[in-house]
């Protein structure tokens, strides 16, 4: 462990390929603001860990803020109770609830682009050094960059599911439907709405929105994401944890990027890296709940970051 290590300076735990943790921090050197930056320290030890290693990412909402998606568990975040499942199927009241917000926020959700982050990730894959990339976010922005290697945890804001037939259909159809349904809706709300990570929109004013309903069998349509209090579909676990399986026979690293890690379907693959001994790197603003895990943190947004990394791995 490094002595006493100054305030706004992470590290991690001592664990046997945590060489950069274990080197006593060089102190000050300049007194220039660049020079202030909390974590170079950090960097340089990721850049040593991750260097000749093949690796997974796992990413968050924080990789998507810059891309004016906000992120409702970092720092300073707004709090919001989204839709539970439970909820979403008590009937059409809760539906009309959802699917009115989603409406207005679908135009911020479909006008994000990817951001240097996305792009330093899908430059790392077509490099090869990145295998895989598992992902908390719904906005489809990892494959917008160019990653193919891509595991949507959970799931795609861009698909909607019948819970009727469990036929997918392209979010933007729903969209031109409601529209024609709700004519002068989005504009009668103003542009001043609130999106979500999930594409949902804060708004009160939901009533006498109409539904559309499945167009096959007349279902309920629900987009193809993971609510609150719904499992992770097991397939996509699966295939989640043999990337990171395999990283251990590959002596690879999991670089965990823009998550807090605060729910369990992210931090178990933090676990299982750990149990197998794989290293693993945190980039990430403010704590997580995987500090503990990690080899190295480093406590900065994710866009700087992991365009530095790329270009150096
Ligand atoms: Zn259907």
């Keep these: 462990?490094?002595?006493?290590?100054?305030?706004?300076?992470r590290v991690a735990g001592a664990r046997p390929h945590a060489a950069a943790s274990a080197r006593?921090?060089?102190?000050?050197?300049s007194t220039s603001p660049l020079s202030l930056e909390p974590d170079t320290d950090a960097?340089?030890?990721?850049?040593?860990?991750?260097?000749?290693?093949?690796?997974?990412?796992?990413?968050?909402?924080?990789?998507?803020?810059?891309?004016?998606?906000?992120?409702?568990?970092?720092?300073?975040?707004?709090?919001?109770?989204?839709?539970?499942?439970?909820?979403?199927?008590?009937?059409?009241?809760?539906?009309?609830?959802?699917?009115?917000?989603?409406?207005?926020?679908?135009?911020?959700?479909?006008?994000?682009?990817?951001?240097?982050?996305?792009r330093a990730v899908a430059a790392l894959?077509?490099?090869?050094?990145?295998?895989?990339v598992i992902t908390q976010n719904v906005d489809g922005l990892h494959r917008a960059a160019g990653s193919r290697a891509v595991i949507d945890l959970h799931g795609r804001i861009g698909d909607v599911v019948c819970l009727g037939c469990r036929r997918i259909?392209?979010?933007?159809?729903?969209?031109?439907?409601?529209?024609?349904?709700?004519?002068?809706f989005v504009e009668s709300v103003g542009p001043a709405v609130e999106a979500a990570p999930d594409g949902d929109a804060v708004l009160t004013e939901v009533a006498g929105f109409?539904?559309?309903?499945?167009?096959?069998?007349?279902?309920?349509?629900?987009?193809?994401?993971?609510?609150?209090?719904e499992n992770v579909p097991r397939d996509r676990v699966d295939r989640a944890y043999a990337l990171v399986d395999a990283l251990a026979a590959d002596d690879g690293a999991l670089l965990v990027a823009g998550s807090s890690l605060t729910v369990m379907s992210g931090l178990r693959f933090v676990r299982r890296a750990r149990q197998l001994d794989v290293p693993v790197v945190?980039?990430?603003r403010g704590a997580t709940r995987g500090?503990?895990?990690?080899?190295?943190?480093?406590?900065?947004g994710c866009s700087e970051t992991l365009t530095a990394l790329a270009g150096v791995l």
Aim: contains cysteine; charged residues 20%; glycine residues 12%.
């Design 1 to 9: 462990m490094a002595p006493a290590a100054p305030a706004g300076r």
């Design 24 to 29: 006593p921090y060089p102190g000050p050197v």
């Design 43 to 118: 960097l340089r030890g990721a850049v040593e860990l991750l260097t000749g290693r093949p690796l997974v990412a796992l990413t968050g909402a924080g990789l998507s803020t810059d891309s004016g998606i906000p992120d409702y568990r970092g720092p300073g975040s707004p709090r919001r109770t989204p839709m539970t499942y439970t909820e979403f199927v008590s009937g059409p009241e809760a539906q009309r609830r959802y699917w009115a917000r989603s409406h207005v926020g679908w135009a911020r959700m479909a006008h994000a682009e990817p951001n240097a982050g996305h």
């Design 125 to 132: 894959e077509q490099a090869g050094v990145v295998h895989g």
């Design 169 to 184: 259909s392209p979010r933007d159809a729903l969209q031109e439907r409601l529209a024609a349904l709700n004519p002068g």
């Design 210 to 229: 109409r539904l559309a309903a499945c167009t096959g069998c007349g279902g309920v349509l629900k987009p193809d994401v993971v609510f609150f209090g």
């Design 282 to 284: 945190i980039v990430n």
């Design 291 to 300: 500090d503990d895990l990690a080899d190295v943190l480093v406590d900065r």
